[in-house]
């Protein structure tokens, strides 16, 4: 029986060395240059990885990869954990733009794990070489080009002694409401998870045959939980192909995620659900006269609410290219319980909770809740009262509690949030739950998402979801663009907590500015009964966002407080 990837990678280079593990688009395009790896090739380069750690006494230590879109992540990535070093991937530096960001970025990661090594790419690590009067810290610590490590090495490679309890690897949380943390997960998490996933997605054995191993399609970014323990470490589990490319090429041209599903026809493809609503835009007649999407089975949407209106729009679009709307997969998790807690059903149709006059999605425009499926085997859900720490009858709202195999050791170097986060009692119950810190209700088993405790605004003694105001905003007119939307609450003297709506526009709407604020007034009105305090509209790209996309509503409402929002028609700040 396998106790960790690395065993399974050793199986499948083994059984099928010739099998592509991971295909790469370079440009994005299916017609473009491509670039693939071999199980076999893929195990000797991690070795070969591995082999340099483990002769620089690093095993145990943490190492950190910065890599930009591309293979050479993969073979690092498993040769740390081939080697029993942590990884800890990270967002590569992007360009003198976001230097000092990335910077910044950089510096705090480095000095949080502790890291002994940066492994990157022969650019990557260039650039930081360039950076060095920028970040001293670099002096102490070791810089490679995994690329210049050469074959050979790959026979010095001593197989680590693992156990479920190693530490694999660390993620970093996006820190939608509070500062990034290391979650530790273990090789035995890690092996839970993608148990789950399998499961959950019907990644059979029946199926990985009848789709000749071709399963992912994926541009999401492979330093991230979603695009990490989904289409990069599910492939390795299951010994099968997985093609990737660029976010970057995804944001460009949107088109191309569904050229490479169409290309490719793998079984399982997905994203945030800004990303239907992005292929929804580019969706030409002559782009849909060219794709055949009959073949995908699991549309996973996750990492951000999912749309009712987002589900049905692409279902009625791209039915003409043999899109089902059955293979639409809601879907929840969270790096703490390293990835999927709950996903839908294959080959059944999301399920829709209709309105309710009071709570979590009352009123005419959000109509329906939508389904984030059932809990995996071994994965128990709960809905818990956070005060009383009592289990919530099925229907009513309350935070999300998960405990299994798959939940994370703990924070790196934080006992108390650990404690706190990941050792929840529950009155009644022996077992230990992690407080995700997300809000939901259970309705005949499935669960239903519906925001962050954190982010619950009480408006005159009653609760409103941020993400509620953001969709009744958003569809109030055409420049508003999806998932670009924040809501919050401010404190208004006597009027006591009222809302405010930051919104991104279209810059060629500028001239409507004053029409959609009193749209997105009228509808908040409508919708929710709340009178609005403020409505900022700002320029595409400038409301905070985590590094996988979730819109950042603490930060947004601080520079709202602070005066450092420039709203359209504005002088920018230079």
């Known amino acids: 029986m396998a106790r960790s990837l690395v065993d399974l990678l050793t199986a499948h280079a083994s059984r099928q060395p010739d099998r592509t593990a991971y295909r790469y688009l370079v440009t994005g395009d299916c ?24 002769e620089r006494g690093l095993a145990g230590s943490r190492a950190i990869l910065l890599y930009p879109p591309g293979l050479e992540f993969m073979s690092a990535y498993l040769g740390c954990l081939s080697a029993g070093v942590v990884a800890v991937p990270a967002v590569p530096p992007q360009g003198r733009a976001q230097n000092h960001r990335a910077l910044l970025r950089t510096r705090r990661l480095m000095a949080d794990a502790d890291a002994r090594v940066i492994l990157g790419t022969r650019e990557v690590t260039s650039a930081l070489v360039e950076t060095a009067d920028d970040l001293p810290e670099l002096s102490a610590i070791s810089c490679v080009a995994t690329e210049d490590i050469p074959d050979e090495a790959a026979g010095s490679w001593r197989e680590p002694d693992l156990t479920a309890d190693s530490v694999a690897f660390f993620q970093y949380t996006s820190g939608s409401t509070s500062a990034p943390r290391g979650v530790m997960v ?25 789709y000749g191993h071709e399963l992912f ?34 944001l460009q041209r949107p088109e191309r ?93 999301p399920t829709l909770a209709g309105p309710t006059a009071t709570g979590p999605h009352a009123g005419p425009v959000d109509a329906t809740a939508v389904g984030s499926g059932r809990p995996g085997p ?65 309705r005949d088993g499935e669960l239903f ?22 969709l009744s905003a958003e569809t109030s007119h055409w420049a508003l663009r999806p998932g670009c939307t924040a809501a919050f609450s401010v404190d208004a003297g006597e009027k006591g907590e009222q809302p405010v709506l930051v ?72």
């Open 31 to 54: 017609d473009g240059e491509i670039q693939d790896i071999s199980y076999g090739r893929l195990a000797e380069r991690s070795r070969a990885v591995a082999a340099w750690l483990q």
């Open 186 to 210: 273990t090789h035995g998490n890690l092996l839970d998870n993608e148990r789950v996933i399998t499961e959950r997605m019907g990644h059979t054995p029946e199926v990985i045959e009848e």
């Open 217 to 250: 399609v994926s541009w999401l970014p492979v330093y991230h939980d979603m695009g990490l323990i989904g289409p990069v470490l599910n492939a390795v589990h299951l010994g099968v192909t997985a093609t990737f490319f660029s976010p970057l090429h995804f």
């Open 257 to 349: 995620w569904l050229n490479a599903v169409s290309r490719y026809r793998p079984h399982t493809s997905g994203g945030p659900n800004f990303a239907y609503e992005l292929a929804l835009r580019h969706a030409t007649p002559e782009h849909l006269d060219g794709l055949d999407l009959s073949r995908w089975r699991v549309a996973f949407n996750g990492a951000e609410p999912v749309r009712a209106a987002t589900l049905r729009r692409f279902t009625e679009t791209f039915a003409a290219a043999g899109f089902r709307r059955e293979a639409l997969y809601p879907c929840y998790g969270l790096a703490e319980a390293t990835l999927i807690v709950t996903g839908g059903s294959v080959q059944a149709p």
């Open 378 to 442: 071994g994965v128990t859900v709960v809905v818990a009262d956070p005060e009383r720490h009592e289990e919530l009858p099925e229907g009513e709202v309350g935070e999300i509690w998960v405990s299994g195999a798959s939940v994370a050791k703990g924070y790196w170097r934080n006992a108390l949030a650990t404690r706190q986060t990941f050792r929840a009692g529950l009155k009644g119950r022996e077992e230990r739950f992690l407080r995700t810190g997300d809000l939901g209700f259970l």
């Open 449 to 470: 998402v519906t925001g962050r405790l954190k982010d619950l605004m009480v408006v005159d003694g009653r609760n409103h979801y941020p993400q509620d105001l953001e």
């Open 503 to 574: 919104a991104e526009t279209a810059p060629e709407a500028l001239g409507e500015a004053e029409k959609i604020v009193d749209l997105i007034r009228g509808a908040i009105g409508e919708a929710h009964g709340l009178p609005v305090r403020d409505v900022v509209l700002v320029h595409p790209g400038t409301i905070p966002k985590t590094s996988s996309g979730k819109i950042q509503r603490r930060a947004t409402r601080t520079a709202y407080l602070d005066g450092t929002l420039t709203p359209v028609g504005a002088p920018a700040s230079g």
